[in-house]
């Protein structure tokens, strides 16, 4: 058999431990090159139905029918020079100034520079929200639309979400996501505890409220999954699912911790009067 695949599951009858269902059914990728097993979490559950498990390498590749990956794409980067030009600007986004009116302008100013919080007037006023992975490298830079009054996210008459590659106009800007405030990681040590909302807005306040904790986000309820958290695996994670997606989040903390993760997955929001959707900031201010 000709390779030109760089990774596939295994032709051979070998089956190991599925990292979910715990049954030996569990079908490995094979790095091609080398003729060894990638790890042990990439692969694909015999049990289709009953168990599903399926990951592969990497979220960037090219897959063909067989499920045989192709071509791995690399993430493109932004240039650290957009930190100059859209942080710190003299005009300030209409999030940023909702935050310097509610908490204490230090904190804000503090919390500002840590995450690079920027603006640009994409839409007049709208925020950016850098990701920075370890490496302190930029893989992308969302664009959301807040009203500076409520702090709420403008979503009518459409909702107002892009991104800075969309912006600057950068042709085949390959998008890979990383955790928003990932970057902050280098600052704490092992010991400390790391906590995971959804939205880059709750970090932010949450970080200004409570110190004592790193305040990271997914930045979409589907980005609570193991790629996006496999830079934080070796630390105690509490994570805060938005109300109404603490199934989903539990479900992917019980077969995480399953690979060695530390994740408590609180159910604070569900048990709690509060609308769907909503997440720790609504509960803090509604309460
Ligand atoms: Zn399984």
């Known amino acids: 058999m000709k390779h030109n695949y760089k990774y596939s ?19 490995k990728f094979i790095d091609n090159e080398t003729q060894q097993y990638l790890n042990n979490n990439d692969g694909r559950c015999d049990r289709e139905s009953k168990c599903g498990y399926f990951k592969k390498p990497t979220s960037n590749c090219i897959t063909n029918i067989n499920n045989c990956i192709t071509e791995v794409i690399q993430p493109s980067y932004h240039n650290r020079k957009v930190l100059q030009e859209y942080c710190n600007t003299k005009q300030q986004s209409n999030f940023i100034s909702y935050l310097f009116k509610h908490f204490e302008p230090k904190a804000v100013s503090q919390a500002i520079n840590l ?6 007037n994409y839409w007049h006023g709208a ?14 830079g969302k664009i959301m639309q807040y009203d500076c009054k409520t702090g709420k996210r ?7 979400v892009s991104w800075m590659h969309k912006q600057l106009k950068l042709k085949n800007f390959v998008l890979q996501q990383c955790l928003f405030g990932q970057h902050l990681i280098n600052t704490i040590s092992k010991s400390d505890t790391i906590c995971i909302v959804e939205s880059e807005k709750t970090a932010i306040i949450m970080s200004i409220l409570i110190t004592n904790f790193l305040w990271l986000a997914t930045g979409s309820k589907s ?11 070796e630390y105690k994670i509490i994570a805060y699912p938005d109300k ?3 199934h989903n989040w539990q479900k992917t903390s019980l077969l995480l911790n399953k690979q060695g993760y530390k994740i408590e997955c609180s159910n604070l929001l569900e048990s709690i009067e509060l609308e769907n959707g909503g997440d720790l900031v609504d509960f803090l201010y509604n309460k």
């Not at 051979?12 to 030996?24: Q, T, V, W």
Request: hydrophobic fraction near 30%; include cysteine.
């Open 154 to 160: 403008v979503k009518k008459p459409f909702n107002h």
């Open 223 to 233: 980005g609570f999954k193991e790629n996006m958290l496999q830079p934080i695996k």
């Open 244 to 246: 109404t997606e603490y």
């Open 115 to 120: 995450y690079h919080i920027g603006t640009t």
């Open 9 to 27: 599951l295994d032709t051979s009858s070998k089956k190991f431990i599925c990292p979910n269902c715990n049954k030996k059914t569990f079908v």
């Open 127 to 140: 925020t950016i929200f850098w990701q920075m992975d370890t490496k302190n490298v930029i893989r992308g």
